[in-house]
């Protein structure tokens, strides 16, 4: 039952070959390089290891012990964190049909594909990523532990450790070694107990699990989007594109989302303006208003996780009525070509339930426009 939610020890062979030899990955293998969906917990293991040690393979085993000393981001704004505005605003999204999916599928093992016909009514969707300063609200006023709170840890990239948590490692994921279960890393603390949010209360929460959104979005008097809306709400009226913008990775020849650039994961270049997170209000919005639907963090959807999916014609799809793993979209600042190709509206990936990390937030949806008591704006005339 290891492989059903770890990944299989053969495929760390493969994301290490993509790691040497970056350009020649087969990105259309059926084998997914799995960095993007290795980081679960095992719920249900009972001994002295929290679930997410029991998902890990020792460092020294993958890595024989060198891996990379890069530094701790430093935050970019310096801007007094009580006068960051609120960003909870959401924007109505008309109902329409689309085509989800690809026939183009780049991972045929997330279940990319076929493409097909969606019909959705309309529903308001945040115009942000849930930021810091939101989740803080949320938890001051409710109490709420998140799940990698309870646990005491939670998956963090390396690169951007101090070198004294470095220092109190002794495992890795086996599929992505990159990934580290660090103690005491939580929302409050994203590289572990010797950090902090900083001037990065407009940055998206992370280090939440499903379960942990789906509670914020129910105070908040939202939910969570349906894969279904989450897609539709990407593409912004867009048929078969890559990005909510278009097929042009780099439009007008700037960057519109928060990946990474460089060789993966030796060395993100910040050609984007960010390493780690960027602010939830930073890029372009989409064709709806949305921002960094792609990049930035990963966002929760609502819907269990399923490759096989239905090609007739779907109206307000909420997935499977079961699972074991729950979708989530859009591709995080991690998301490099080589081997994360996942950045793009088509794409998915998928965790349980109560797993966290650092690149993995969410966004909520509702039916209709919350009320002002529930801490909600009201949508701004102005986008
Ligand atoms: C939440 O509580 C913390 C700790 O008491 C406090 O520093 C912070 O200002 C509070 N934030 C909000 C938004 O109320
Ligand atoms: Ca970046
Ligand atoms: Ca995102």
Redesign the pocket.
């Known amino acids: 039952m290891v492989a059903q939610r770890t990944c299989p020890v053969g495929l760390m062979a493969f994301a290490l070959l993509c790691v040497v030899a970056q350009d020649t990955c087969d990105l259309t293998s059926k084998e997914t390089p799995c960095g993007c969906g290795a980081l679960k917990r095992k719920a249900k293991d009972k001994d002295s290891l929290t679930p997410l040690e029991k998902t890990v393979t020792t460092l020294e085993e993958i890595m024989n012990g060198g891996e990379s000393n890069k530094a701790v981001p430093q935050p970019r704004d310096a801007f007094v964190e009580?006068e960051y505005p609120r960003t909870n605003d959401m924007v109505l999204i008309k109902g329409g049909e689309f085509t989800m999916g690809t026939d183009k599928p780049v991972f045929v093992a997330d279940g990319e594909g076929p493409s097909r016909k969606v019909k959705l009514q309309e529903f308001y969707l945040d115009i942000h990523e849930v930021s810091n300063?939101e989740f803080?609200?949320f938890?001051?006023e409710t109490k709420h532990k998140t799940e990698a709170e309870s646990y005491g840890d939670s998956f963090v990239f390396d690169p951007l450790l101090s070198e004294e948590t470095r220092k109190t490692l002794t495992q890795a994921v086996a599929a992505a070694p990159w990934w580290v279960p660090v103690k005491g890393a939580d929302w409050r603390h994203p590289e572990g107990p010797d950090s902090n949010l900083k001037g990065r209360m407009d940055h998206p929460v992370v280090h939440v699990s499903w379960n942990d959104a789906v509670a914020y979005c129910k105070w908040a008097g939202k939910r969570l989007p349906t894969e279904a809306e989450w897609e539709y709400a990407c593409r912004s009226g867009l048929e078969n594109r890559l990005y909510p913008w278009g097929n042009n990775l780099n439009p007008r020849g700037e960057h519109w989302m928060n990946i990474w650039q460089g060789k993966f994961p030796e060395e993100d270049t910040e050609e984007d303006g960010y390493k780690s997170t960027a602010p939830v209000t930073t890029f372009p919005a989409n064709a709806f208003g949305l921002k960094n639907m792609v990049g930035n963090v990963w966002e929760w959807t609502s819907d269990w996780w399923s490759i096989k999916h239905p090609s007739y014609l779907q109206e307000n799809p909420v997935g499977p009525e079961a699972g074991e793993d729950k979708v989530k979209k859009g591709g995080s600042y991690m998301c490099h070509k080589s081997y994360c190709f996942r950045y793009r509206c088509a794409a998915r990936s998928q965790n349980t339930p109560d797993s966290a990390a650092g690149n993995l937030g969410f966004r909520c949806a509702s039916n209709e426009l919350p009320s002002k008591s529930k801490n909600t704006n009201i949508l701004k005339d102005e986008l």
């Open positions: 009580s300063a803080e609200i938890c001051n």
